[in-house]
């Protein structure tokens, strides 16, 4: 199985900026959609945003033109730019890795964006 591993989360004023990393652990050039989701306290788990392996984009209305999803193979990595953030961005988030046979998920690393 694939695992994953989320890093680049930490505290922020509103108005920063963040990037996320997700490291895998195996060639994840061949992997059809990666993507990024967050998790505000008791709220249910959200999709942010999505790459596919052809390097096809989509966001959730409420990042775009914000977030910038991108995905580096050679690195086995794929990152969220995250700007202009707002405390409403404060979240845990999570990236996946689907394709057939695998569903993966990381650890999440914890984004807080303060006022």
């Known amino acids: 199985q694939v695992r994953l591993v989320e890093s680049g989360g930490g505290l922020v004023q509103a108005g920063g900026s963040l990037r996320l990393s997700c490291t895998a652990s195996t060639n994840i050039f061949n992997i059809l959609v990666m993507g990024w989701h967050r998790q505000a306290p008791g709220e249910q788990r959200k999709l942010v945003a999505t790459i596919t392996s052809r390097s096809a984009t989509t966001y959730a209305d409420s990042v775009k033109g914000r977030f910038t999803i991108s995905r580096d193979s050679a690195k086995n990595t794929m990152y969220l730019q995250m700007n202009s953030l707002s405390p409403e961005d404060t979240a845990v988030y999570y990236c996946?890795?689907?394709?057939?046979?695998?569903?993966?998920w990381g650890q999440g690393t914890q984004v807080t964006v303060s006022s």
């Open positions: 996946n890795a689907l394709s057939p046979g695998i569903n993966a």
